[in-house]
């Protein structure tokens, strides 16, 4: 696969040298609409006859909804090795809670493509957002601890799960060492009946670093605890900050370079953002929401507003401004440039693989790019 970023007066035709089939490839692998309009800067993933090279062997994880369109899930599938069905919740007192809407579709799919159907658990409250509260009554509890470890044991063995990640945000500092035993208990029970366990961990750049979302992760222990480790390496740029990349490099290294100093290699796996933003400017903070867009939806909306698509080489990600109805708005995205950045440090420092949230949007580019530079594992 070759990349090639758009100029002045391109067309696909122009791009594939007029040869219709490689214009086909070209419109497919990129989810190009007719009549197939192009922006300037625009990045395109070309298919090359050069020659195979080698492959290093990968685990890639993907996040999805139980409501993930059928079309969507087939079309990804065959590029994980894992599929983490988002998500189960749980009581203060360590009663497990399913999904509202039927994960077995999700789960005989997997199986299906020979990937690993995933129980995540999530300590979202009623309204949606992480619930530190419930964290603390279950890890600082021994019979509630009990209580949803045999529940998820019981769980996993009925349904046919392979193992289960454990996705705790804005863990209480105080209850750190709780939570990495915790996330150990889990581990060993689900070792026992043959499955696996991993954990997500706020991007921390040293062990030291301030803030609630980093003071209750414990890296070197949740390292040791679980059979493997998702760095969630996105949401510099989100919803309710200031317009900028959601995954700059630069940042991520930053992440990387820590985490392998207190987690095996082999454990760890790079969070990738299947997604962006769009802002409305001027940016206000407390007031300004921005809007979750697709990374194929983002090109076609610099298309419909004739942007010019620009490329921030420290951040290695794509972003331009358009204005619309009066009002201007800058984007932030992922294309097969910033995937390449992120693929990179992944060979670089030869971790375990990627996690992707999450796969809710098809962006098949990202996906025959990844095949090309790895080759998956499947169970």
Known sequence: MKIYVVAGGDTVYKIAGGNPDLMEEIIYANQLVPPYPLAVGQALLIPSQEEAKEKRLARINGYAYPYIKDRILRDTLPYLTELSVFSYGFTAEGELIEP???DWPLIEQSREFQALPILTLTPLGKDGKFDNYLIHSVVQSEEASAALT?????????????????????ILAKDRDAFTAFVGRVADAMR?????TSVALAPKQSSGQKGLLYEGKDYKGLGEAADYTLLMTYEWGYTYGPPMAVAPINQVRKVVEYAVTEIPRE???LGIPNYGYDWQLPFEKGVTKARTIGNVEAVLLAVENGAEILFDEVAQSPYFNYEKEGIWHEVWFEDVRSMQAKFDL????DLNGAGYWQIMRLFRANWLLLADQFEIVKE
């Open 150 to 170: 045999a529940a998820l044991v019981k769980t996993v063995e009925q349904k046919g799960y392979a193992g289960v990640d454990i996705d705790f945000e804005y």
């Open 100 to 102: 509202a809407l039927d």
């Open 346 to 349: 992944i060979k670089e420092f």
């Open 267 to 269: 454990k760890i796996r």
């Open 192 to 196: 026992r009946i043959g499955r696996q």
